[in-house]
């Protein structure tokens, strides 16, 4: 089944406390992206990936870091979380950036205290 | 910055109504128009996508309408079934220029949430 994996669905953290929400997709998909959304705000771009080893900043950069090591993977990394990054954030994978349909995974939902 | 301004915020409408939702945009260099659909504990789902020579896109019961000189784009959701509760999101694309080359960007309106009554 195709489809984009991310781990864990749901974390509570305290402030200060790296961690990493890993994605996965089994579609060899070359684009990559995170997305966090936030009620009345949609979703906004955090981080994109034109293929391995390629990354660029999406809207929302400040705070996260990711890397492109393998096709597949693209974890999102909060290396000092803050309250203000509770959110629900969504990996997503596409054929190639000019494809258009983005494929979404199953969401994480973040609570930092 | 808005790019995509998307209305109204919530929507409820009965069974077998037409649900409308409306986006607007500023920027004429978008050239690819989705619609997400997103239920509950779920991803966003494309679910018709629309590019600006065609004036009008349907799928079933799914009609985009689109007003290029207007900058506008619509979401008609013909007979409205409870199951067609969820968030819906327009989005509008465009190339953009990175260090490396080029990316098509993906800018997201706010989201309507559609409730639709038995």
């Known amino acids: 089944e195709a489809q984009v994996t991310q781990n864990p669905r749901y974390l509570i953290t305290v402030t200060g406390k790296k961690l990493t929400v890993t994605c996965s997709q089994n579609?060899?998909?070359?684009?990559m992206s995170w997305y966090r959304q936030d009620p009345g705000l949609g979703l906004r771009q955090i981080y994109y990936?034109?293929?391995?080893?390629?990354?660029d900043k999406g809207d929302v950069p400040e705070g996260y870091k990711v890397s492109r090591k393998e096709k597949r993977n693209f974890p999102l990394i909060l290396e000092s979380p803050s309250p203000n990054q509770t959110s629900l954030y969504f990996c997503?994978?596409?054929?190639?950036?000019?494809?258009?349909?983005?494929?979404f995974g199953e969401g994480s939902r973040l609570t930092v205290l | 910055q808005q790019q995509v301004k998307q209305s109204p915020q919530s929507l409820i409408v009965q069974k077998g109504g037409i649900s409308i939702i409306n986006c607007a945009y500023e920027?004429?260099?978008?050239?690819?128009f989705p619609w997400y659909q997103q239920f509950p504990g779920k991803g966003p789902a494309l679910l018709i996508a629309i590019r600006p020579d065609v004036s009008e896109k349907k799928e079933g019961r799914f009609t985009i309408s689109f007003n290029k000189s207007a900058k506008q784009f619509s979401l008609h959701i013909m007979d409205s079934q409870p199951g067609d509760s969820a968030t819906y999101f327009c989005?509008?694309?465009?190339?953009?220029?990175?260090?490396?080359?080029?990316?098509?960007?993906?800018?997201f309106g706010t989201g309507t949430l559609l409730a639709v009554q038995p």
């Open positions: 579609m060899n998909h070359e684009y």
């Open positions: 997503a994978s596409s054929l190639s950036p000019r494809a258009g349909e983005l494929f």
């Open positions: 990936s034109m293929n391995v080893e390629v990354t």
């Open positions: 920027n004429t260099a978008f050239d690819y």
């Open positions: 989005a509008a694309s465009r190339w953009a220029i990175y260090y490396g080359g080029a990316t098509n960007k993906l800018i």
